[in-house]
Every structure is written in C-alpha cells, then in structure tokens.
C-alpha cells in the first residue's frame, strides 16, 4: 500500500525555539494533506489541511502564526511549531489523501515533540 | 456535527477469544468508514476501509461491517492474539475527506 514518511520521528527542544516537521507520501501524490494533534490517551484532533500550492485551512482554536504549514509539492508539507512551548509538546501525525485510489488517507508514522 | 463513539473504552481478554469493537457515528451521510490499528507512540496502521456502498470488508482475522441506516459499525476480530494489542480506532469520512475520529478503543489479549 502506499506509504508517508514523517520525519524526524521524535525530537526534543527547548523552550522558544521551533521545529520543523516533515511529511512526505512516497509513492503518490497528494494534493491534500492532514496534520493531526494527538494528546495522551486521546483521539487524533485535526489541526489543518494543507493543500499543494495554497493557504492551509485551520481548525477552530488553532493558531495559524504557531504552526506553519506549507505544502510546497505534490509529496511534501511541513508543519513548522514556532517558538515552542512545553504545553505543545504532543504527538504530532500527518495523512495524505491518495486521489487516484479509494480516497483513503494513508498516516504517516507521527512525530512526537518534546519541549523542555 | 458528526460524533462518533466507540464501545467499550477498553477491553481486555485471554488469547483466543472473538472480539467485537463497536463505533457508532451520528452523521449518516459519509463517504467512507475507516477502522485504524496504533500501537503506543506510533502512528495509525490502516486496517479496513469500507466504502459507504458496501456492508462489510475483510482481511485476515479482521471483519469490519458497516450498516449506514443505524449510524453504526463493528470491528470483528477471530481467534484474538497478543500481538493484537494495541487501540482501535474507527474514523467517519464525510464528503468533504475530513474525518471525525473516535476516542479508540484499548485493547490487552494476555496470553
């Protein structure tokens, strides 16, 4: 099946910085592309959907100067956490939509952000 | 707004037994149901997709239905091993390819 990648696949920072995450579908293309929250013994919250070429649409309650996304090509988009902090540390997973199979999502592996 | 829940929260049983995970969703009108397998710290493993036109999918061990009328789906699992564990999710895909996940359901097969 089709695979994403997400990298890196964990990360620890300090307090302030940012970080910059990747997502990439390996073998299709995606136009659109999910960035999904997840906390502790929680479901997977969507954040934003980011689609080639264009803004990225933002859920309620998230803010869009924190977490940048771009979604420069067919097979990549980032999610970059600007000045981090530790209540942003979480598990953070990617999706791409195959369009040219059954619409599935295909997750990526996630990334899990620790800030310190 | 669509809601979904999952029945039981958790669940834990001896190896070998036949399991059924429920996800009941509120919205009718989805594209496609999708049921997710994560293991802890990792990301979602894709286990069965069906389709709003289709009643069931199967693959393996696994039996996922689908009845849209109800606003329900379950996830069968034959003859439960350990490796197994992990938690199921069930995701609701409406038109619009957004999905509306729930909560999972945590599953232990001891041996």
């Known amino acids: 099946g089709a695979v994403v990648s997400q990298h890196p696949s964990r990360v620890i920072c300090k307090s302030g910085t940012s970080v910059k995450i990747e997502c990439r579908s390996l073998?299709?293309?995606?136009?659109?592309m999910f960035w999904y929250r997840q906390f502790p013994k929680q479901s997977l919250m969507l954040m934003a959907t980011s689609n080639e070429g264009s803004k990225a649409t933002y859920e309620q309650g998230v803010e869009k100067d924190k977490f940048l996304i771009n979604h420069a090509s067919l097979t990549l988009s980032t999610l970059t956490v600007t000045s981090a902090h530790p209540e942003d540390s979480s598990f953070y997973i990617c999706?791409?939509?195959?369009?040219?199979?059954?619409?599935?999502?295909?997750f990526g592996p996630g990334t899990r952000l620790l800030v310190l | 707004k669509q809601e979904v829940t999952q029945i039981p929260a958790a669940l834990s049983v001896p190896e070998g037994e036949n399991l059924v995970l429920n996800c009941s969703f509120t919205d009718s009108a989805i594209y496609n149901l999708q049921w997710f397998r994560q293991d802890p710290g990792k990301g979602l493993t894709s286990l069965l997709l069906i389709q709003s036109s289709q009643r069931e999918q199967t693959s393996g061990r696994l039996n996922a239905s689908l009845d849209k009328s109800s606003g329900r789906s379950t996830l069968y699992i034959a003859a439960s091993q350990p490796g197994d564990s992990a938690t199921y999710l069930c995701?609701?895909?409406?038109?619009?390819?957004?999905?509306?996940f729930g909560r999972g359901t945590s599953l232990i097969v001891h041996p």
């Open positions: 995701a609701v895909m409406p038109g619009s390819y957004i999905p509306t």
């Open positions: 073998d299709f293309q995606a136009t659109t």
């Open positions: 999706s791409a939509r195959d369009q040219g199979g059954q619409e599935t999502q295909y």
